[in-house]
């Protein structure tokens, strides 16, 4: 009941920047958390950034300084600011979105279809 649509995902080369975003629709009532995960090949998922509803934000420690997460409530989207890439950030990145349904009211966690990172040496 809630779609996820990721964009901005790229080849870059060292040093150069990617903003990603997400944007999430369907039976909405309230959007809680917003975050984004990546997976390189061959290692498991982590969590690289997510923000609250109220703004609140953590970051990984690999990417503090350099990515910065922020969402926009009135669209539903959340989106990341990679600035500074390294070969190492190279990965599938996925949205993650959690919040309350409209229709009848349950919790929902919706992945995104993920967006390919990546950065060159």
């Known amino acids: 009941q809630v779609q996820l649509v990721e964009s901005g995902g790229g080849l870059v080369q060292a040093g150069g920047s990617l903003r990603l975003s997400c944007a999430a629709s369907?039976?909405?009532?309230?959007?809680?958390?917003m975050g984004w995960y990546r997976q390189a090949p061959g290692k498991p998922r982590e969590s690289v950034a997510e923000i609250t509803s109220s703004g609140s934000t953590n970051y990984a420690d690999s990417v503090k300084g350099r990515f910065t997460i922020s969402r926009d409530n009135a669209k539903n989207t959340v989106y990341l600011q990679m600035n500074s890439l390294k070969p190492e950030d190279t990965a599938v990145y996925y949205c993650n979105i959690r919040g309350i349904l409209r229709s009848d009211y349950r919790f929902f966690n919706s992945w995104g279809q993920g967006t390919e990172v990546t950065v060159s040496s």
């Open positions: 369907g039976s909405i009532l309230k959007v809680n958390i």
